[in-house]
């Protein structure tokens, strides 16, 4: 069934504020922004995308066109986005949140509408490629696949826990394993989980610096120091952008929002009072 444009969108806060695009990340959900809802949405209204209506795990990685093959569905949110604001907002300036790869897709919009953009507030991405020399990215698709499937999940899940220290990661991965009916020793990937590494390194928003110039409105990163997603030779070229603001959490990871959610809360709220207007003109 096709979710029409507005229906794709959740309304919070004041709606009479400011408005606020947040945007969640692979395999997000509207849910990852509830926990700042009421510190937000007291002068802004914030408007949160379900970007992939349904279970993001099964139909959120690819999907296939007959012309360009298959390609990352995230990578369509920016379009999307942009098209709401036109047919809804028309003119309105617009504040973006982004989580992990939603800042991503912030990044693409900021770049395609810089003149409607008062500001952003992102974890954990650059505008560089995803990412392959980053901690999180070596994990991901260095560690992971060597794998033993070969084992009924109690094991497989003491290997997982074994290999990789953090709680939110380990969720991660879970939640793309799942088991058949009667064949307990073995695990498989879900659906898209195989071909995902590769739908993840040719999508479009992977090299934003080719259009780094269109990217003007002030931009706070917030850069975990555990299983960052942002490379160290990316980070460092990003300071060369004078409307960066480049944020180190010390002993944050890349689920920021989760691991440290005050620090996210007041870093955005920060953000929003200082760059985006307080009251409707």
Known sequence: MHTRLEDQFHSFGNPN????ICVHGIMGKVEDFRPFIDAWGKDYQLKIPDLIPGNAL???YSVADDEEGEVLKYQLAPAMIIEYLKTFHAGKKVFLVGISFGGKICFEVAQKIPHL????????????????????FQLAFGSIPKLNLKQDW???RKEIEGMIPDRMLRILIYNHIEYFEGQPEEGHWKAGSNNFYKLLRNNELENQWVNHEALVAPCKILKATINSAIDDADFEKMKSKSNLYLDVIQGANHFLHVHMPQVFLDKTLEMLTTYHQKKES
């Open 154 to 156: 109690a094991s497989l």
């Open 117 to 136: 953009i008062s500001g952003l507030c992102v974890t954990d991405v650059g505008l560089g490629p995803l990412c392959e020399k980053s901690s999180l």
């Open 58 to 60: 099964k139909v959120g």
């Open 17 to 20: 504020g400011p408005l606020v």
